[in-house]
């Protein structure tokens, strides 16, 4: 019987009996639950970098460099992308298999591999 793919971009594959990313392949069977899952984006650093720079603006020798230093981490806070990941609850544990900042992506993928999980357990079921 030939397999059928649900979903294929870049380095993923979603088939019937298999969920590729990059070179590490998952069987469908071993998949209990899929989900979107928001990465956690790490800001503390930047929120101290942007103190440091506040409190530095009260020192005339370091005025202009406290400045810089607290626009650029107030900037980098507001510019910094949420990240979103194929989280996959399988017989061995939980991972998040495939990190992207588009959201979108990761949706599909993950519409792709309950499709797949769908297919294999109707085509496995005793009739």
Do not use: C
């Amino acid at each position: 019987m030939q397999e059928i793919s649900f979903f294929e971009n870049k380095n993923v594959i979603v088939t019937q009996t298999r969920f590729i990313v990059a070179h590490k392949v998952v069987e469908i069977k071993n998949i209990l639950a899929v989900k979107t899952r928001s990465v956690r984006v790490y800001r503390a650093l930047k929120l101290v970098l942007a103190l440091i720079g506040f409190l530095l603006i009260f020192f005339n020798a370091w005025r202009i460099p406290g400045i810089i230093l607290f626009f650029v981490s107030i900037l980098s806070v507001y510019f910094t992308e949420e990240k979103y990941s194929v989280h996959l609850n399988t017989k061995s544990g939980e991972t998040d298999s495939l990190i992207s900042k588009d959201r979108d992506y990761i949706e599909q993928v993950v519409k792709a591999i309950n499709y797949a999980m769908w297919a294999y357990h109707l085509k496995t079921a005793p009739m």
